[in-house]
Structures are given as C-alpha cells and as structure tokens.
C-alpha cells in the first residue's frame, strides 16, 4: 500500500536499456510488482518470470565484467517484489543462510522488513586483492555501488522514509550471512544511519529523545568497533563509569541525559584513537558493508571454519536491512527463540527476550534476559502471533528453527530464521519426532543428525545425580545452555586454556561471559561456565553445536582473573576457587559441583536406539570394529558392530606379565625362545577365546604380528628392566645391551616387519594360528558361532601371501587332526603397500579377503611419516597445499584411486570378494562417505567408540547416493 505512490514516481523513470549492473532489474521488477497488486499500470504485457529472465539476459554481459557469474543484489521483504531468482542449487551459495532465509519468510508472507542481499561472489572478490583475478582490493566496484544506493531506495520507498534524512530518517542493520550458520563469528553494525542531524530528528519525530539517543550510542559503539576495529572495552569502560556515577545497575535505567553524555564521551573514544566519526551515512554504508566483507578473514571467522570443518565457500554475503526498533520502551522488545528445546529436542518455544532492548542486547549476553513463554503475559497478541509463525516456519524447513525477532511499539517482525544448532540429544528427538510428526521421512531425518551428535550422547554423565555425595557437592546453579558433564581445573582466560590442553590438562573455561574471541579457548575446554549471559548467548550457542557443555548466566559467582572465583552459597556464605582448582559442570541441570565429579558412560536406548535402528535398515555398507580385547569387543557388539575389522595380536604382548616373555622370544637362545612362544601360545588363546564368545556369530579378523621386533625391547636407559631380562635370559646386562642395539633398524617401519616376519621367524606365526583355530574349536565346543578371518600383514608380492597362507593352513590342518574335529576359516590380506594395490589381481587369486590398512597405504602413497607429519601438516594445511590431513580424513585423489583399483581389480578375479577398510579412517564420516559410494567397500571397521558415528555416516551415505539417483 505505502509501495504505491513512491513506486509508480520511480517507474517514471525506468528504462529498458542496461546504464548500470543492475537498474534494470530493480526498475522491471518492480513493475512486475505493480501489475500484480495495482493492476491499473501496465507498461509491458510480460510475466513476471519473462521480466526476470529478460532483466538477467540484458544485464549478464555487464556484472560479468566484474568477475560476477549471478546479478550482485537480491531484494526482500514482505511488501517487496524479488528482482531475481537465483538457481535453486546456488540460491543459499550465493545469497547465505540468512539471505536465502530471509527471501524465502518473505515469498510465505511473514512480516520481515525490507532489505536487500549482497552476494557471496562480492565478498570473494572483495577479499581478493589480486587484480590479475579479478579481485577487487577491498573495494565495491563504483557502478556496484551505484545498484546498492538504488536498492537503498527500494527500502526507502517500502518504509516511507529516507536514509540520512533529520526529518524522517532510515536507519539500516548491516549483517553477514554465510551459507553455512557460523554463530557470533561474523560482524554485525546495526543503526546506520545515525549522526548528529539524525540523532535529533529522530527524537522529534518519535517523541522519544531517549531511544534515539540509545540508538545513537549503540551505533557509535559497533561502528568503532566492527568498523574502526576500537578494542570495545574502551566503550564498556566508557559505560561503566556513568553507571557508577549515577549508580544505575541496568543499561535500560539510563535516561536521556545520561546518553547524552554517553555519546559525547564515546566521540572523545573515537578521537583519543585518532579516527574520526563519520557523519555521511552513504560512507557508513560503504565502510559498514566492507568491514563486514573482511570479517570473513578475520581470526575468529577463519578459526571457527577450521574447528567446524567448514570449506568450499565463497565467503559471506551482506544483508542490508530496514531496522526496527525493540528500544522504543515497554511495548517494543526482541528476542531469539528456537521452535524445539535446543538441548532436549522438546516440542516447546525455547527461547528469551528483552523489554526495551535491541538484539545485541540478548544475543551478547549484556542483560540476563527472559524465558520466552513470559512474552504471552506481556504481549499475547503478538506471543499469538509469533507462536503461529513458528509453527509455519516448521512446516516450512521441516526442521527446528532458530529465529531472531523484534517487536516495535506492539507490532511483530521476523528477522531471521535458520535451522536451529542442537545438541546430540536434541538431535536425535528431533529427527524422531518430525518422523512421527510426518514433516519428514526417515531417510531426511538421517540427514538430520550430524556424526559430532552422536559423539555427544557417547560422552560420560554424572551417574547418580540424586545421591547425598553429587548433592552435597552443588555449589550453585545457573542456566543450562548446554547439556553433558564436564570435569576440569578452572581457567579463566582463552590463554591458560591453551596452555592447559598442550599439558594435556582438562580445562573448565570460567568467564563474565564468553565473546568470539574466546574461541580457541572454548573448543578446547571441557565446559563453560560463565556469569552473566542467557540461553541465547554467545557461549550457549556456540558449547551446542561443538557438544561442550555450558551453564550461563550463574549471578552467584564472581569473577576475578588474580583473586580467583568467588561462589555465593545459599546460606550467604562465600567460597573462592583459584585457577587450576578441579570443577564439574552439569550442562543438563546447571548446577555447578565442587571438585572432580565420577562420570559414567551412556546407553544406546530411547529414541536413540529407534534412530539407529533407522540408521542399520538403510546403510548398504557394514559396519565393523578395531578391537583387540574382549573388553573392547564388548563395547563394540553394545555399540552395534557386525563384527571385528581389526584384532591387532601385537596389542595383546604389551601388557606387563607378557612383554617380558615377547623380549625372551625375540632375544633368548633356541630354548628360551620355543619356551616363550608355548608362554604366549597360552595367553594368546586365551584372548581370542574371550573374544569368539563376545562376538559370538559376527566374523574376527585377527591380523597376524605386524610391528617391528624392536618395538618390545627395553630402552638402554632402564637399568633396572635390562637387569632383570638379563637375569631371566642367563646373560650379563652389557651383552643383553648389545643384542638390542644389533636389533635396530635405520628405518623399522620399511624393515623386519608384517609378513617378512612372518617369513624369517615362521615360529612366530605357527604358534599365534594354532591359537587361534585352538581358541575357536574350544568355544564352539561350548555352543559359541566362532568366524575367524586371519589376515598377514604388509604383503608387498603375492609369493609373500603364499608363503604364509600355506603356512597358516598347514598348522590348521596339523590342529584338526590333533582335535578330530575342523572349523571354518578364512585366510586374507591387508592392503596396505601400493604394488599390493597394483597387482591385487594376483593376490586376489589367492586370497579369501582384503582389508585396506589405510594408515599405512597413506604414508607409504604420500611419502609421509605418520609419527612426523606434525612438523609440516598444519603449514600445509594453512598453505592449502592440504585440505584435510590426509591420517584423518582419505586422501580420495591418490589413495583413494588406489583403492578403487584394489577394488576392481579383486573384484574381476572374485566377484563377490568382502573387501574392507579398518584403518583410523574407517570412523571419519566423509571417509565413510567415499568407502560406501565410491569404493563399494563390503565394510568399515573403526574404534569401538565411533562404531554408532560410522552406523550413521554408512547410512547418509547411502540415502545421498538415492537422493541423487
């Protein structure tokens, strides 16, 4: 309706010839708009989508020219047409999470206030400053510039005011928006637009002097700190003193006066750095949307992408909004709410929000704000409302929103909307529940659930929360931001954090309240307990979606970073705590416990066990685990595992009543060495015994001994350990130090290792097969399902494998007839040297199965010392000479083609070959993802611990490659 006027004066002047990037999209589209709603003005008899496309296809060669591949500007907002409609696969890419949320509230009709989206591509381009490519050195192209001052008129024209005006001012939010949610880590100005004309103006026209000098001093605040870059304690210091000096506890009980003065004094902040304020507003606008362009390089941001993970993006766009105002007084405030309980998955609003206060207010954790249910006691129209608009928000993303909201003077605007960031246990109620609620299927609800959420509900509780010990330990309680246990020794700085992980110490992160800053700090502690801040806050948001649990908001702590922690306790009695003394935090609760609290492991029960139910029915691949014990096979069959990958035999000799009989093995005469081997031949059996029954009907892969000898003797400098080997070998310690030294190799990880072992000291590999079919015909004795799979390590030429197959079925054959009585069993290889790869034809010839060692086919492919790589892998990475360290996440381009070839080529000699992988790769989830749709692997094997994650990672692997058929 206020479009009407201001929109047909402006379609005066439209043209269909291209003068700039980008007007004539502004001014077709908006006679698009008018033929739809005023009907009466027809200039051309064209759809709306023909005006779209003829705009883009007239324009294309012009923003081309500035390196751009889509228009720059895309326009929003409730009574504002769209200007362009990107690709639906590039929409988010280009225009970010907010930016393509934002158009999207605005096409279902919510009330969002008008603005406009400055693409992604701008940012890249922006940030480059290589001319050469294109970059445009930290500078908005000026006909660029020219479309941005146009879409400022779009809004001027919806909000029937104008942007620098004393008389009827426009003042505008400059907020960033990547493709993916990165919460606190980006810059945000908000009231641009404000000087000293408009500063007056706007009290007159509001007849509300004291908002609009609030809306002043918060301005001056951001700008010189987003902007300028003013360290912004210099501003809360500024803050502090007028609070003391009139002894006012709230920001929100300064009055107009006091503002005032506050403003003048922030002005003198800006002059005591030698920057000067300024009061055009078209150059806060430029300043304002640059700054917010290179947040994306600042620390922080490139910090929290490498802690998330997060890569491939273009940077940030910039949304340039009309602001309303939640500062106006009692019948304006703001918000943020989640639609579902962030930490429990609850169908409930989750969420606060402050009276008289704009959103930085909430979000920063200055004032401890309210629970959202009491917004219905203050305002019920728009609690009414709002609840509505959630519910279509849910119906719309099929998933738990985030969302950001201002109410100005009793009327509602919705600011922004997002998938909400949870913690694991939400995670999994939540994809549950929109099953159950039919928002979505199970193979979306899979996607839901991210491989981090599982690792979060795998993490240790406080066992008995209801006993008298864990009671009498509560010292206070705060906010429960985000849930979990945490135990650690109090920091109170991002720094001694640091300090206290590279000493290998657990860190209880303890602040005022947390800023993005503290990042480092934050994923590096155990928890995070902060005084002051909400459910919202900085702290809050970010502990969710890194699984740290967090309790904010604790009023009866003081913090001072010298004297220490001081707890008010319920009997008025005051308790101080100095850094480095032991803490525990429950993040489900918010209670905060003296000392080191036990913490138990969880259980896969409740809707958990439901989703990983879901997870099993669709994953093609399976999902097996390392385990070398039968305490370890335990945890993985409770964890869901379909058998064992990897049985490492060498893990079983280090425990103490064995080594020393491995040392008289390896350096005892004839009979001190056939001695040892009938030692462990016992031990052995034992062990593989425990495990046939724990995995009783699941296959056990058990490779053979792969390490170097020399890895189970004594160092030269343990005197005592080298005296008493000496004396169980009838030697002198001199000579004993000697056969040691004979036994190092210059390079023991290419040397006397795996099958070549095997092949030197057959004696080694006869005794740990007999235990092994010894072990398996015992327990199927006793009714237990044995499958053993025994696998030779470090085969480089198939005449290696030969040899030890032969071997191994010899000594079985010579067991049976010992027994009177057979079993089944398998005899494999690992693949884990590259000419084992380039001829897995022949080895496939005779081999009943293979399993990628991927450990060792990374570092033999790259070159690369697994036990070294930390003295040039982090260079490479922050060079990007590596995306990803390739010990972590597979190497897909080179090791991974080698594995594809394995694949293929045992495959052509034995179709129906199980080929697997059980290397450290098999718990990473993008690893996963290729072993699954690309490699066609039969299974995965990784840690009992991550078996659930690699349930989970098979599984959306496999629903992505039916999604995309």
């Not at 991002?494 to 860190?507: A, C, F, L, Q, Y």
């Not at 080191?596 to 685990?625: C, H, N, Y």
Request: aromatic share 8%.
């Amino acid at each position: 309706k206020f479009w009407a006027l201001p929109s047909l004066l402006l379609l005066l002047k439209a043209s269909l010839t291209c003068t700039n990037a980008f007007q004539p999209v502004l001014q077709q589209q908006q006679q698009a708009f008018h033929r739809k709603n005023i009907i009466t003005f027809d200039f051309r008899r064209l759809d709306t989508d023909e005006l779209s496309t003829s705009a883009s296809s007239t324009c294309k060669a012009d923003y081309a020219k500035f390196g751009l591949s889509y228009p720059p500007i895309s326009l929003f907002g409730k009574d504002v047409a769209e200007n362009f409609s990107y690709p639906a696969d590039k929409n988010k890419d280009l225009l970010g999470g907010k930016g393509s949320n934002l158009a999207e509230m605005s096409k279902i009709g919510l009330s969002v206030p008008p603005g406009f989206t400055l693409t992604t591509e701008c940012c890249s381009l922006y940030c480059n400053n290589n001319v050469e490519e294109g970059g445009w050195k930290s500078s908005i192209p000026s006909e660029i510039w020219k479309d941005v001052l146009s879409s400022v008129e779009v809004i001027e024209d919806a909000m029937d005011s104008k942007f620098g005006s004393p008389s009827n001012p426009l003042l505008l939010s400059v907020r960033s928006g990547a493709a993916i949610s990165m919460p606190g880590m980006m810059d945000t100005v908000l009231n641009l637009g404000m000087n000293d004309e408009v500063v007056e103006g706007l009290a007159r026209q509001t007849n509300n002097p004291r908002f609009a000098w609030d809306s002043y001093r918060r301005f001056l605040e951001m700008f010189g700190n987003v902007v300028l870059n003013i360290p912004r304690h210099h501003f809360e210091d500024v803050m502090d003193d007028i609070k003391y000096e009139y002894d006012i506890e709230e920001d929100s009980d300064l009055n107009t006066e006091h503002l005032q003065k506050i403003v003048q004094m922030f002005k003198q902040v800006y002059q005591e750095m030698e920057l000067s304020f300024p009061q055009n507003v078209n150059q806060q606008l430029e300043l304002a949307v640059g700054a917010v362009f290179q947040g994306w390089t600042g620390d922080r941001a490139v910090k929290y992408r490498e802690v998330e993970n997060i890569r491939n993006l273009l940077g940030t766009a910039v949304n340039v909004q009309a602001m309303v105002f939640g500062n106006m007084g009692e019948t304006s405030g703001t918000g943020v709410c989640f639609t579902r309980d962030p930490n429990t998955g609850d169908k409930r609003l989750f969420g606060e929000f402050l009276l008289n206060a704009q959103g930085e207010d909430v979000v920063a954790g200055i004032r401890t704000p309210e629970p959202i249910a009491e917004l219905e006691a203050v305002m019920p129209e728009v609690f009414a409302e709002f609840h509505r608009n959630t519910e279509i928000l849910e119906r719309t993303y099929s998933d738990m929103q985030d969302i950001e909201f201002t109410v100005q003077e009793g009327k509602l605007f919705m600011l922004q909307t997002r998938n909400g960031k949870r913690g694991g246990e939400a995670a999994v109620k939540i994809a549950v529940d929109l099953v159950k609620e039919n928002l979505l299927d199970r193979e979306s609800a899979i996607l839901k659930v991210l491989p981090e959420h599982l690792d979060q509900l795998l993490h240790p509780r406080f066992p008995d929360v209801e006993g008298e010990d864990y009671k009498q330990s509560i010292l206070t309680k705060g906010l429960p931001a985000s849930p979990g246990a945490a135990v650690g020794r109090i920091a109170f700085t991002n720094e001694k954090v640091v300090e206290n992980r590279d000493n290998g110490i657990p860190s209880i992160l303890v602040r005022e309240e947390t800023s993005p800053d503290d990042v480092e700090g934050m994923y590096d502690s155990e928890g995070i307990l902060t005084a002051r801040g909400g459910m919202t806050s900085h702290a809050a948001v970010v502990a969710r979606g890194w699984g740290r649990p967090c309790i904010c908001g604790c009023r009866d702590i003081q913090i001072d970073e010298v004297g220490g922690m001081t707890i008010t306790l319920k009997d008025g009695r005051e308790m101080t705590f100095k850094e480095g003394d032991f803490l525990s935090l429950n993040g489900n609760t918010g209670e905060v416990l003296e000392g080191e609290q036990l913490v138990s492991p969880p259980a896969i029960t409740g809707d958990l066990k439901t989703f990983m139910d879901w997870v099993d029915k669709l994953r093609d691949i399976d999902v097996l685990a390392n385990a070398d014990t039968p305490v370890d096979a335990r945890e993985a069959r409770k964890n869901g595992a379909n058998g064992i990958g990897l049985c490492r035999t060498e893990h079983m000799f280090f425990l103490p009543e064995r080594i020393s009989q491995v040392r008289q093995l390896i350096l005892g005469n004839e009979k001190q060495s056939a001695a040892a081997l009938q030692e462990l031949l016992s031990f052995q059996r034992n062990d593989f015994e425990g495990i046939f029954k724990e995995m009783d009907g699941l296959p056990v892969t058990i490779r053979l001994l792969d390490p170097p000898l020399h890895e189970f003797l004594p160092s030269l400098d343990d005197d005592i350990i080298l005296a008493s080997l000496a004396n169980q070998l009838d030697t002198t310690v001199d000579e004993l130090k000697e056969q040691v030294k004979a036994a190092e190799e210059v390079n023991p990880m290419l040397g006397l290792r795996g099958c070549r072992l095997g092949i030197t000291r057959p004696s080694i590999i006869e005794m740990q097969t007999r235990a092994i079919i010894e072990a398996a015909l015992n327990v199927i004795d006793s009714g237990i399902d044995a499958k053993a799979d025994i696998m030779v390590p470090l085969v480089g030429k198939v005449e290696e494998f030969r040899n030890q197959a032969a071997l191994i079925r010899s000594v079985a054959a010579t067991v049976f007839g010992e027994h009177g009585k057979t079993c089944d069993f398998k005899v494999g290889t690992m693949i884990e040297i590259p000419r084992a790869a380039l001829t897995a034809h022949e080895i496939a010839k005779e081999a009943d199965f293979f399993s990628f060692g991927s450990n060792d086919l990374t570092q033999m492919t790259f070159g690369y010392s697994r036990d070294d790589v930390g003295s040039f892998v982090p260079a490479y990475l922050r060079e990007g000479i590596l995306m990803d360290d390739p010990f972590v996440t597979l190497d897909t381009e080179g090791v991974g083609q080698l594995i594809k070839m394995t694949v293929e080529k045992g495959r052509n000699i034995k179709p129906e070959m199980k080929i697997g992988v059980c290397g450290e790769h098999g718990g990473d989830p993008r690893s996963v993802h290729f072993f699954s749709n690309e490699a066609g692997l039969t299974y995965v094997s990784c840690s009992p611990f991550r078996v659930p994650i690699a349930r989970l990672a098979a599984a959306q692997a496999s629903v992505k490659k039916s999604f995309e058929m």
